[in-house]
């Protein structure tokens, strides 16, 4: 048999060339091979390495409990406040304290797993989230609640990115691993709120935040199963924990926001914030039009559920289909799906069978881009930067979904809501052409195995 030619990347290598036979041995520590043989496209994928499942349901664990906080807290903390007798206004302030220091600490925060170790930091974090909802009860002051929210939703946050870092180092972004952490996350979503929300009609106050802190305190033994040498495989050792390291540092995200040199981390940054300001228009002004034009809120209810269960069996789905499709081409087409489906909300007249169409099919794409997002990011950095590359995704996430429903706000105040859709998905359609155009010229990206 003739030789032939390949073309392979190693870690920390690229452009390596060696000339073997078909039935060769790859070269160790190889990521992607890829050759030509007759003028034809030969690909090889490494074999999968299986990760325990007990390391797994860990990590599921400790994704499910913390991910659902943010709509468990939507539920207990709103209806907490409510009981103050405050301003609407003073509710969103509230509301919304929940995500302000995630928005700023996210790139430190995944710094700090980087240097202190994933695991550490997510058992810290995660004593922090089971603690703070038992101190909500005695806050009757507008600005403790303010301080509350921000803490507790930082220590929910932190161990979320903790879970998606460990998808990467440990579960080596494997598309099927991080699909069915995913899917563990939207079970969690909705089943936590009507339990919380049950717990609040039975047990009033201290019963609703006592299954909060219960819920977070399942998490915390998800992320105390998790082996150290496992959550810490392939890392720089650690070094003892000093004040220092608890502070933010210039640097840290200068370092952050270079990873984005990288282009399938670029791709990651453009697809997140396409798809976050979509998924901001669905909580907002999605709800808003569907009420003007006479649907009940339970029929709305009923959408959004359809959504939910759709987006759950996208992410089952998705390593099958990231075997199929190119893992950057998959995202790629899910996203500017999921704007069409957004985008044409108005082109469907109201008809109640179309919409639930449209957004079960809108959910389906949800579900697939999101363990694509984790995926394609863990497999893209090394090990010792995984906490940083989440912490740049959670930034770019919270800085989009923030700035979205605003935009979109000042574009219906101009045209009305009904045409404010329609020019908001062209927007973001332009984009994902654009983003289309970036994967088609880019090398490195939608072309050897991901």
Same mark, same amino acid.
């Given at each position: 048999?003739?030789?032939? /030619? ?6 920390? #290598? ?33 074999? *999968? @390495? ?25 539920? !207990? =903390? ?5 009981? $103050? ?8 302030? =509230? ?46 002051? =507008? ?36 699909? &069915?952490?995913? #899917? ?47 959550? @810490?495989?392939?890392? *720089? ?21 270079? $990873? ?14 396409? &798809? ?30 359809? /959504? ?46 179309? $919409?639930?169409?449209?957004?079960? $099919? ?27 590359? =989440? ?7 919270? !800085? ?40 088609? *010229? ?7 195995? /991901?």
């Amino acid at each position: 048999m003739p030789a032939a /030619s390949w073309t392979v990347r190693v870690r920390g #290598f690229q452009g390596m060339s060696f000339t073997g036979r078909a039935a060769g041995v790859w070269p160790a520590g190889a990521v992607h091979a890829s050759g030509r043989k007759g003028g034809l496209q030969i690909m090889a994928e490494p074999a *999968r @390495e299986h990760v325990p499942v007990g390391a797994q349901a860990a990590i599921y664990g400790a994704g499910l409990f913390s991910f659902s906080q943010v709509m468990i807290s939507g539920v !207990v =903390v709103a209806l907490f406040v409510v009981e $103050l007798q405050v301003s609407a206004f003073t509710i969103g302030i =509230v509301l919304g304290a929940r995500h302000f220091l995630t928005l700023i600490l996210s790139i430190h925060g995944g710094v700090m797993m980087d240097r202190l170790g994933t695991r550490r930091v997510m058992i810290a974090c995660a004593v922090a989230s089971t603690l703070t909802p038992l101190l909500f009860p005695f806050a009757q002051w =507008v600005a403790v609640l303010v301080a509350l929210q921000m803490m507790a939703g930082l220590a929910d946050a932190m161990v979320w990115m903790g879970a998606q870092a460990l998808s990467g180092s440990v579960m080596k972004g494997n598309p099927t691993y991080v699909g &069915r952490m995913t #899917f563990a996350c939207r079970i969690g979503s909705f089943v936590g709120p009507m339990a919380a929300g049950a717990a609040w009609d039975l047990a009033g106050l201290w019963g609703a935040f006592g299954f909060m802190a219960a819920w977070s305190a399942l998490g915390l033994v998800s992320v105390l199963r998790i082996a150290a040498d496992e959550s @810490e495989a392939g890392a *720089r050792p650690r070094a003892p924990v000093r004040l220092a390291d608890l502070v933010p540092r210039f640097g840290d995200y200068v370092s952050a926001f270079s $990873l984005a040199a990288i282009p399938a981390v670029a791709l990651v940054l453009y697809v997140t914030m396409i &798809r976050v300001g979509g998924t901001g228009i669905q909580n907002s002004f999605y709800v808003v039009y569907l009420d003007q034009i006479g649907i009940s809120g339970s029929a709305i209810g009923l959408l959004l559920g359809v /959504s939910g269960a759709c987006a759950s069996v996208g992410s089952l789905a998705v390593g099958r289909l990231a075997r199929m499709i190119h893992s950057h081409w998959l995202i790629v087409f899910v996203v500017i799906l999921s704007v069409v489906t957004i985008g044409i909300t108005p082109w469907l007249f109201g008809l109640y069978f179309l $919409l639930m169409f449209v957004i079960g $099919l809108r959910g389906l794409c949800l579900g697939i881009s999101q363990p694509l997002e984790i995926s394609v990011l863990g497999r893209a950095i090394g090990a010792d930067s995984q906490g940083k590359g =989440v912490g740049l995704r959670t930034t770019a996430n919270r !800085v989009t979904g923030t700035l979205v429903p605003v935009v979109m706000g000042g574009v219906a105040e101009l045209v009305g809501i009904e045409n404010s859709f329609l020019v908001m998905g062209a927007v973001m359609m332009a984009l994902m052409m654009a983003i289309a155009l970036f994967v088609h *010229r880019q090398p490195n990206l939608g072309r050897d195995l /991901s």
